[in-house]
């Protein structure tokens, strides 16, 4: 289980690949760059010159994909990385995000209305001192606001050259493929990538989310794919900490116990660290899938970097999918018992071969 001799161990030069925006020509790098923390209070963010030196480690490498959003630090993580791109903007894929409010007493500050969205995209263009984002998410999914507006505002924002693709996050399964399949029958602009939570110890996206992220092609960016730090294993250290205090009984929280130690002990085997570990997980996942990492330590993110040279052989994935597993529930669960499959498919089912690799993506096979 140990590193192949072609995987790069250091940021030396770039190494990090490149994959496509969703059905976008749009190439991006395999992990993003997530600043949140740019700006941040002392202790879990970073001030202008350790966010810069952060910023320089991942261009070094290959990196080319920004995540940051209109809220990130009080807009104080937009404004910083205004001042660190000057003069190479255009060498990065910029993605900005909207919803969320700015302002308390505003009760149009927030929301997926055309007036937040048309006020949030001037605002951030202003931080980061650009004219254009190349990624617009939506960041949140407000209920207020029907679906049709929200992809007509999007649209016109794209037509005005301010956004050139568009982005959704944490929107339900169902109401993506309602907005993308909107926005293609009217000759709109669609989303072409999808925000969620994904590692390890948080599948369920797996039943809902990346089936109908694949069925539509859509890039997905995976946030805390270390789930907090808690695939790390920090939290064993001194024995604190949530994963450390969990009840024997509890199923849940015995899967997440036995997901870190495999995590711990396959990275001990590989050479590598858990980070490294975690991430190389998620991009082995069928369809696009894209970790957003971030750091407050350049040591941190070059940790993660290396995860472009990471790959898990066969025994090190089977074992990390057996402890981590949850069930799909119905009607997936359903569908896939012997004889369900059989009345579904006939008899003679196992003898049909689907070579579509899109719907094979979608839904995994049967049986």
């Known amino acids: 289980m140990g590193a192949r001799p072609d995987q790069p161990s250091l940021i030396e030069g770039d190494i990090v690949r490149y994959t496509l925006f969703g059905r976008t020509g749009l190439r991006v790098s395999e992990l993003s760059l997530g600043t949140m923390t740019f700006g941040g209070e002392p202790g879990w963010g970073t001030d202008k010159d350790t966010s810069g030196r952060i910023l320089d480690a991942y261009a070094d490498a290959g990196g080319n994909f920004i995540d940051t959003a209109n809220i990130y630090a009080g807009g104080s993580s937009e404004r910083i990385l205004g001042e660190l791109l000057a003069g190479r903007r255009d060498r990065f894929v910029l993605a900005s995000k909207y919803t969320c409010a700015t302002r308390e007493g505003d009760v149009n500050s927030a929301g997926n209305r055309r007036k937040s969205l048309v006020r949030a995209v001037e605002a951030s263009l202003e931080r980061l001192r650009t004219d254009h984002l190349d990624v617009l998410w939506v960041h949140a999914r407000d209920h207020f606001t029907p679906v049709q507006e929200v992809m007509r505002a999007l649209d016109d924002v794209v037509r005005s050259g301010k956004v050139l693709h568009l982005g959704v996050s944490d929107w339900p399964a169902w109401e993506i493929a309602q907005a993308n399949t909107l926005a293609e029958l009217r000759g709109w602009t669609a989303f072409a ?15 809902e989310l990346l089936p109908q992220a694949h069925a539509f092609e859509l890039a997905v960016l995976a946030w805390a794919p270390l789930a907090a730090g808690k695939l790390t294993g920090k939290y064993r250290r001194g024995e604190t900490g949530r994963l450390a205090g969990t009840a024997a009984h509890d199923t849940s929280d015995r899967r997440a116990e036995e997901t870190v130690t495999a995590v711990l002990e396959i990275a001990e085997q590989g050479g590598w660290s858990p980070a490294q570990v975690a991430l190389a997980w998620l991009r082995s996942r069928p369809g696009n899938v894209i970790p957003i990492i971030a750091a407050t330590k350049e040591s941190q993110l070059r940790d993660n970097l290396a ?16 402890t981590s597993a949850v069930p799909l529930g119905f009607p997936h669960d359903f569908l896939r018992e012997p004889q369900i499959v059989e009345n579904v498919y006939g008899d003679q089912w196992q003898r049909i071969e689907d070579r579509r690799p899109t719907l094979r993506r979608t839904t995994g096979g049967i049986g």
Do not use: F
Request: charged share 30%; net charge negative; aromatic share 4%.
């Open 307 to 322: 995860a472009a040279g990471v790959t898990l052989d066969a025994d090190a994935l089977a074992r990390l999918e057996a």
């Open 193 to 207: 990538g999808s925000q969620l939570r994904y590692n390890l110890l948080e599948r369920t996206p797996e039943r």
